[in-house]
């Protein structure tokens, strides 16, 4: 699967930014969707997660309460709704498709994916 990742850009804290990701080159709605992000110098670390049905969603606690992930079947798109940005919240945001169709549990883990995008940079500016 190919996934193409946008929504990026500059903000100022408070701001708030979706981001979105196309998934082309199989059936979307039977893989699970998750975000992550990283920071320079950083590990890669878990955001927000999406069941294959949409039906549950996982969210690290450093963004629970502050983003909201959702799907759009007929778009083939996942959406990471960012509000209430904070300057921490500065990384390459990466969208990931798991390998695995119709997973029992929502994964949260990098090894838990199997295809990536490329990256978008949020930015947020104190």
């Known amino acids: 699967v190919q996934l193409q990742a946008s929504g990026g850009g500059l903000v100022q804290a408070g701001g708030s930014l979706r981001l979105s990701c196309v998934a082309s080159?199989?059936?979307?709605?039977?893989?699970?969707m998750g975000w992550f992000r990283q920071a320079p110098g950083k590990e890669r670390e878990f955001v927000a997660a999406?069941?294959?049905?949409?039906?549950?969603?996982v969210y690290a606690d450093s963004v629970k309460g502050r983003s909201t992930i959702s799907r759009d079947i007929a778009k083939n798109t996942v959406y990471l709704q960012m509000n209430s940005l904070e300057p921490e919240d500065t990384a390459v945001y990466y969208c990931a498709a798991t390998e695995r169709p119709y997973a029992s549990v929502v994964p949260t883990t990098t090894s838990d994916f199997g295809s990536w995008g490329q990256g978008t940079q949020v930015t947020v500016s104190s």
């Open positions: 080159g199989r059936t979307f709605s039977r893989y699970a």
């Open positions: 999406i069941s294959w049905s949409g039906a549950r969603t």
